[in-house]
């Protein structure tokens, strides 16, 4: 039955393995060939039940095909002719490993399964932990060359971090994000074709054209209800999931960091460790999904989860590259007006950069924009009341930069190959350990000297022409330039406290549980466009909470559509996330101002709601999609609704909402009216929005009995 608490065992009687959280059980038998084999994922079943399960396992229905029960980790070798999880060479050109079981630990909520190669010196450990009251199942892989020092190395080609198996479904529908620069998290739900679906990012980092998240339903599934099966990669560079439908009916995914064609070499004594893999299974739906991630990612993810994300203003919109300190002192002092609490100067403020042709790498001000340096505008905009904020770009440099002309061995490159500009860029390799220290130490002494609050760490290119001349394993930078990412960002907020980070790649191009890990809130799209940031802040919530998800309020026409909008649809679209403002307050009239002020206060009376609540999200028949954020103790509600176009005769229909308790009544807070809690989940609420296109309307409603 399901339970309130998570636990883990294993039957050595049985070979039966067993994860249990609230609302599901994970279970793995230990095969005849010692390999881990996936035997159960879904609703809760008891031990007899699970041992029955095991016995009834099936062997191959004809020497043409494989175990019927798929395996923890596929290895290439044996009868296996699904993706495999696990590729490796040996000296003698062997290739795949064949396992036997050497035994299990367990500690607390974390379970072991250890394994060893029959023949050669390579071991792996299959790791799964469960966290308590969440039903999602983390898992990773660590591979292990237990040789002596006069062993041969042994060559790692795919080293996934799990591979995860769905039960036997009527039909499978495979849904994932895709998009690109300005059109990111775009939600597409397909019926699984019977072949192999390969999901991936080659670029070094998570990229804005896929994320490593999915989910797997029989076709069937709504927001409120069925069943549903999704995971996670909780990693920033280079990544592939491989979803695997065979003709038989059985389907199953593998998935880890890395892409086809890199690999990386394990020398005697040395360990591989890959990134989480993150499962969850739910029997309600995908809304009932999404706010079980959002749970986990607040509870086991994020670094500072309680604390509000502030009201920010950034300057780039307004100033572009023309930054200096008169003119940031003004926005700020108009952005603390209208009630803003973090000032970020962006791009600019550096070195010699008056374009994106020159200045990366040079990370002090700018002295004919900042004669007297960057405290005294830090401050006044502490004076003011706010935060102070920079960007940084530090694992990027241009040619023209003091630093690319003091080490131009530093960059990604490959000496016999022309090297790329992207942005006019290139990549620094903080794989070096002497880069890797120099960043460090860069941003360290930034932070410092000028008591900046917030960095917004952005990475505007991906890696091309990959190599490390003199290097013995040059593949090693895809994973070690992420992993130093990891390890710099982790030291500054140890050695700064208060500093918070806000993940940023051209846009949504590195936003995942890898960053989210080390940082506050990702920078969602580069298009601020609200129509647009429907599509995409929807496709962000599938994975990801609101309070992660950087929006902003800028100028009208937009500046990436042209499309002109109402400053309050504007407002309504930004509050459901992580409120920021990013126009040229200098020509927004007094007016606009005034309306600007008035509708960050209303923000900041929700944002507990936003931030913390749980998130419903709704639609009507005539165009309407909205979000809802309820409190856990059900006492308030906060719903942003948006009609973006008008249709011509389809009358305004009301909008349910389904979070509410059918037996209680709540309060309009703004409209005074009181409504039955059975009206408003069954037939809805009336929104009554504006007439014509861009309506938009914040409903605030509080239970009273």
């Known amino acids: 039955m399901a339970g309130t608490f998570s636990t883990v065992s294993f039957d050595r009687a049985l070979g039966l393995a067993v994860l249990r959280t609230p609302h599901s059980v994970y279970a793995v038998r230990i095969g005849t060939d010692g390999s881990p084999r996936h035997l159960h994922w879904g609703a809760a079943l008891d031990t007899a039940d699970l041992g029955a399960l095991s016995e009834a396992a099936s062997p191959a229905a004809s020497s043409f095909e494989a175990d019927a029960a798929p395996d923890e980790l596929a290895p290439e070798s044996g009868a296996r002719f699904g993706p495999a999880g696990l590729q490796v060479r040996f000296a003698d050109g062997t290739r795949g490993a064949q396992w036997h079981f050497t035994g299990h630990r367990i500690e607390g909520r974390e379970l072991r399964l250890?394994?060893?190669?029959?023949?050669?010196?390579?071991?792996?450990?299959?790791?799964?932990?469960?966290?308590?009251?969440?039903?999602?199942?983390?898992?990773?892989?660590?591979?292990?060359?237990?040789?002596?020092?006069?062993?041969?190395?042994?060559?790692?080609?795919?080293?996934?971090?799990?591979?995860?198996?769905?039960?036997?479904?009527?039909?499978?529908?495979?849904?994932?994000?895709?998009?690109?620069?300005?059109?990111?998290?775009?939600?597409?739900?397909?019926?699984?074709?019977?072949?192999?679906?390969?999901?991936?990012?080659?670029?070094?980092?998570?990229?804005?054209?896929?994320?490593?998240?999915?989910?797997?339903?029989?076709?069937?599934?709504?927001?409120?209800?069925?069943?549903?099966?999704?995971?996670?990669?909780?990693?920033?560079?280079?990544?592939?999931?491989?979803?695997?439908?065979?003709?038989?009916?059985?389907?199953?995914?593998?998935?880890?960091?890395?892409?086809?064609?890199?690999?990386?070499?394990?020398?005697?004594?040395?360990?591989?460790?890959?990134?989480?893999?993150?499962?969850?299974?739910?029997?309600?739906?995908?809304?009932?999904?999404?706010?079980?991630?959002?749970?986990?990612?607040?509870?086991?993810?994020?670094?500072?989860?309680?604390?509000?994300?502030?009201?920010?203003?950034?300057?780039?919109?307004?100033?572009?590259?023309?930054?200096?300190?008169?003119?940031?002192?003004?926005?700020?002092?108009?952005?603390?007006?209208?009630?803003?609490?973090?000032?970020?100067?962006?791009?600019?403020?550096?070195?010699?950069?008056?374009?994106?042709?020159?200045?990366?790498?040079?990370?002090?001000?700018?002295?004919?924009?900042?004669?007297?340096?960057?405290?005294?505008?830090?401050?006044?905009?502490?004076?003011?009341?706010?935060?102070?904020?920079?960007?940084?770009?530090?694992?990027?440099?241009?040619?023209?930069?003091?630093?690319?002309?003091?080490?131009?061995?530093?960059?990604?490159?490959?000496?016999?190959?022309?090297?790329?500009?992207?942005?006019?860029?290139?990549?620094?390799?903080?794989?070096?350990?002497?880069?890797?220290?120099?960043?460090?130490?860069?941003?360290?002494?930034?932070?410092?000297?000028?008591?900046?609050?917030?960095?917004?760490?952005?990475?505007?290119?991906?890696?091309?022409?990959?190599?490390?001349?003199?290097?013995?394993?040059?593949?090693?930078?895809?994973?070690?330039?992420?992993?130093?990412?990891?390890?710099?960002?982790?030291?500054?907020?140890?050695?700064?406290?208060?500093?918070?980070?806000?993940?940023c790649a051209g846009g949504g191009g590195r936003v995942d549980l890898g960053i989210l890990a080390r940082t506050d809130q990702a920078w969602t799209s580069d298009n601020t466009d609200p129509v647009d940031r429907i599509g995409i802040q929807h496709g962000f919530s599938q994975l990801f909470p609101a309070q992660t998800m950087a929006a902003w309020v800028t100028d009208s026409p937009n500046v990436t559509t042209g499309r002109a909008t109402p400053l309050s649809f504007r407002f309504h679209v930004a509050m459901a996330g992580a409120l920021g403002l990013g126009g040229d307050l200098t020509h927004w009239s007094e007016e606009e101002l005034q309306e600007t002020a008035a509708l960050v206060a209303r923000y900041k009376e929700i944002r507990p709601l936003v931030q913390h609540g749980r998130q419903y999200r709704l639609s009507t028949p005539d165009g309407v999609t909205a979000v809802h954020y309820a409190s856990e103790d059900d006492t308030d509600h906060a719903v942003l609704a948006w009609r973006p176009t008008t249709r011509f005769g389809h009358a305004p229909t009301a909008l349910a909402l389904p979070a509410l308790d059918p037996g209680a009544r709540y309060v309009d807070l703004d409209e005074g009216a009181t409504h039955s809690g059975a009206v408003l989940t069954r037939r809805g609420i009336d929104l009554t929005l504006p007439a014509g296109d861009y309506a938009s309307r914040l409903i605030r409603l509080r239970r009273t009995v």
């Open 114 to 503: 250890r394994l060893a190669d029959r023949r050669y010196p390579l071991a792996a450990e299959l790791c799964y932990r469960v966290r308590p009251g969440s039903d999602v199942i983390e898992r990773w892989t660590e591979l292990t060359h237990t040789g002596t020092g006069g062993s041969d190395p042994i060559f790692v080609d795919r080293l996934d971090s799990a591979a995860w198996t769905a039960p036997a479904l009527s039909d499978y529908r495979l849904s994932h994000v895709v998009g690109g620069w300005n059109s990111e998290f775009q939600l597409h739900r397909d019926r699984l074709p019977v072949a192999e679906t390969v999901l991936t990012s080659r670029r070094g980092l998570t990229s804005h054209h896929a994320n490593p998240w999915l989910a797997l339903d029989d076709g069937t599934a709504g927001e409120e209800d069925g069943e549903v099966w999704s995971t996670v990669l909780a990693w920033s560079g280079s990544w592939r999931v491989t979803v695997h439908r065979d003709p038989v009916g059985r389907t199953t995914w593998t998935g880890g960091f890395g892409h086809e064609g890199t690999g990386w070499t394990l020398a005697p004594g040395e360990s591989l460790s890959t990134p989480v893999f993150a499962g969850l299974y739910t029997p309600a739906g995908f809304g009932a999904a999404s706010r079980a991630w959002h749970t986990y990612i607040r509870t086991s993810v994020l670094p500072s989860p309680d604390r509000d994300r502030p009201v920010l203003y950034n300057s780039w919109e307004a100033t572009g590259f023309d930054v200096d300190h008169p003119g940031q002192l003004h926005l700020a002092r108009l952005a603390a007006r209208v009630g803003a609490e973090l000032f970020v100067v962006d791009d600019g403020w550096f070195g010699a950069r008056t374009s994106d042709r020159a200045g990366l790498g040079d990370w002090t001000p700018r002295p004919s924009a900042f004669p007297d340096g960057l405290r005294p505008l830090a401050d006044e905009v502490h004076r003011l009341g706010m935060d102070f904020g920079l960007w940084v770009e530090p694992e990027m440099v241009n040619r023209d930069s003091d630093l690319y002309r003091a080490h131009p061995d530093w960059v990604v490159h490959t000496p016999t190959r022309d090297a790329t500009e992207l942005r006019n860029q290139l990549m620094l390799n903080l794989a070096r350990p002497e880069v890797e220290a120099w960043a460090l130490r860069t941003l360290d002494r930034l932070v410092r000297d000028n008591a900046v609050d917030w960095l917004k760490w952005d990475a505007n290119r991906v890696v091309t022409e990959a190599g490390w001349p003199g290097h013995p394993d040059p593949d090693r930078l895809w994973i070690d330039h992420t992993r130093a990412v990891y390890r710099i960002m982790d030291r500054l907020r140890a050695d700064h406290p208060g500093l918070r980070i806000e993940a």
